[in-house]
């Protein structure tokens, strides 16, 4: 069992289709979970390069997320463009991702690029690991193996745990662990000696209950009170 092997005159969808999201998410391959997969409009822009190769609301094709955190950029071109076009766009916005982070913390840490016909995969920061045909990419081929245990999904679920990991807060505390904790939780305010005094009367004008009953509520309701009318409310 194969990828699917396209023309030269293919379109970038159909690589996407019938050659990226096999290759991610089929079993055989790498097996990643679908929901993982993050298409372009779920994915942030970024201005990517500088002068003349300047990018303006760049989003790559892909991106992988474990446990919310990027760990791959898959950046997808026709045959007939360079798959190298492809990797350099991928590099310049995993760098943009990472840059979001702490320093020394780049959850972005795999880049796949291909063109439908060639292939490269490796880190973010420096030169493709692998460099291979989609046409070699057979079920127990050599160059499968070395991509699976690249970005295989059990692979990028350890990235993206160390990378968690390190994103914890050290010696954080809850707000109810501090200042009496539990116990002032748990204990009864004083008693509310205003509000003891105060209780009768608001039930007496406020409650419905009441109301119905006090025939005071009725005859004060058909006078306006004379503070309203020296401030000129009427």
Known sequence: MSLDVLAADASEADVETQVVLPLLTKSEYLGIFTASVRSKEFLTAFDIGKGAKLRKAYIPDF????????VVVIEVKAPSVPVTEAWEEASLYAHMLNRRYPAKINPCELILATNGLDLLAGRWDSKPDLNGKISDLLLGS?????LQGLMGNAELERIAGSTSASLKLVNFKRPFNQGGGAALIGSKLELNTFAADLSPVLRRYFS????????????????VSPHFEAAGAI
């Open 142 to 146: 050599k160059l499968l193996r070395q």
């Open 208 to 223: 419905s209950r009441d109301q119905n009953k006090d025939p005071e509520i009725y005859r004060s309701a058909s006078h």
């Open 63 to 70: 991106g992988i997320y474990v446990l919310s955190l990027p």
